[in-house]
């Protein structure tokens, strides 16, 4: 069984490392999704690390907007500024983009040239949603080929308890943690345009 941990709305420089550290621990790879705007030469460093420890990164927009109100031209800028400084800390470009707040329109699908991922979320960015809570959804509902959507924003401290318990329990279940990349390919499939993805499956 294999299962994608993702992470929005870093990087920054203090729940990011947290979560990487108990990454490191599990010795588990998750995938992030980048908000150009929150990328300054501290969090590059941090979003550096994950790259180096296996992690994916991602697009999630340069401002974290609604991007389906954009115009086009908004629309590839806000990806292209997002991408290039994702390049310059991995020297690669980013496969996948995680729209802000999921909104999504066609205009949107016509100008994002990635695959677009949503994620089951367990509402992890409302605050009074406490960290018991976040492990029990998520361990109430985690499936093979699943991309959970988490988030390593500034002070969500409940996420950090919630993966401390959540990775170690899903492991014993024995879900593999994977990227987005990995789980299409290990699941054979291959990304659709128009098309967005909470699970993979074969």
């Not at 991602?58 to 908004?74: L, Q, V």
């Not at 949603?129 to 959507?149: E, M, P, Y």
């Not at 993966?163 to 659709?192: D, Q, Y």
Request: a negative charge.
């Amino acid at each position: 069984m294999h299962i994608a941990l993702t992470f929005d709305d870093g990087p920054n420089t203090e729940i990011t490392p947290r979560v990487l550290d108990i990454l490191e621990e599990n010795g588990v790879r998750a995938s992030f999704f980048l908000i150009a705007d929150a990328i300054t030469p501290e969090s590059a460093k941090v979003a550096r690390r994950a790259w180096e420890m296996g992690c994916e990164i991602n697009n999630h927009s340069k401002t974290h907007d609604f991007m389906d109100r954009m115009a086009p031209e908004t629309i590839r800028e806000e990806i292209a500024d997002c991408t290039q400084k994702i390049v310059e800390i991995t020297g690669v470009s980013p496969r996948f983009f995680r729209p802000p707040y999921i909104a999504v329109n066609q205009t949107l699908y016509d100008n994002v040239d990635l695959t677009f991922i949503c994620g089951v979320g367990c509402e992890d960015w409302v605050p009074q949603v406490t960290a018991r809570q976040r492990i029990d959804r998520i361990l109430a509902s985690a499936k093979d080929g699943d991309i959970l959507l988490l988030h390593d924003m500034p002070g969500n401290e409940n996420t950090v308890e919630a993966i401390r318990t959540v990775i170690p329990e899903l492991k014993k279940r024995g879900f593999e943690f994977v990227t987005c990349g990995e789980l299409f390919a290990c699941k054979g499939v291959t990304p659709e345009r128009g098309k967005i993805y909470s699970n993979v499956w074969d």
